[in-house]
């Protein structure tokens, strides 16, 4: 009997992120005098108040400026939350702080912040959240186009976690500015890696090892070639299953 070897490789959480960079924004948010340039896929997957904001009929839904009004220093925090999901908590902002994440209706950080609320000064940090997939085609920036196939992406994600693209839009390329690319990889493939990129779930097997650690390489995923290479080096042992969190 055939044994087929499966790898389950996971991001932990998206230490790449940053709304300090100001690369691809598409929104401002003004807070009692402070501006945060921030990306509608990062806010909205992080901070439901926002996800109803623009997903409704209401006049914010389609502009890219808020004014928005919170204690400004527990705003801060919660939108460096959004994106790299890490706070720090203490006896004088944990209170303040369950309020505001409880109005914008982040239920899982005011779980968090209750769970820990005897244990504090403390930081805690939560390690796997999903963003929008991109065949929500909210908020995309960006069209790929791949052997006739239409991928609607985020260029602060792929840039975020893809070498290949960060070198192109931060280069001279007329592809730095452009809305739209062509390239040409194995359909499958390239699927597993955009959706990766997004959710940070992909499965290793002996059918596409090969191929995988190929593109990987190309788009230069050094982590990911990594793990292919182990996984086909590794031991075909029955019922042999790996899973690796990286």
Known sequence: MSVQKIGFVRRTQYSSLSYLDNKFIDLTIYN???????????????????????????????????????????????????????????????????????????????????????????????????????????????????????YRVHKIILCSFIPYFKAM???????????????DYPTEIFDMIIDWAYDRDICITAANSSELMKVAEYLCLDDLCWHCSMFENAPRFPYYRKRIII
Not at 38 to 55: D, Q, R
Not at 99 to 110: I, P, Q, R, V
């Open 32 to 150: 009692r005098g402070k501006e945060y340039r921030v990306h509608k896929i990062i806010v909205c997957s992080a901070i439901p108040y926002f996800a109803e904001m623009f997903s409704s009929e209401t006049e914010e839904s389609s502009i890219n400026r808020i004014e928005v009004d919170h204690p400004t220093e527990l705003f801060e925090i919660i939108i460096n939350w959004a994106y790299d999901r890490k706070i720090y908590i203490t006896t004088v902002n944990s209170s303040e702080l369950k309020k505001l994440a409880n109005h914008l209706g982040m239920t899982s950080l005011d779980g968090l912040l209750w769970q820990y609320a005897s244990d504090i000064p403390r930081r805690i940090s939560q390690n796997f959240y999903p963003l929008y997939k991109y065949l929500d085609n909210k908020f995309s920036d960006l069209t790929i186009y791949n052997r006739e196939k239409e």
């Open 169 to 183: 839009f931060s280069s001279g390329m007329k592809e730095s500015t452009a809305s739209w690319i062509e390239v």
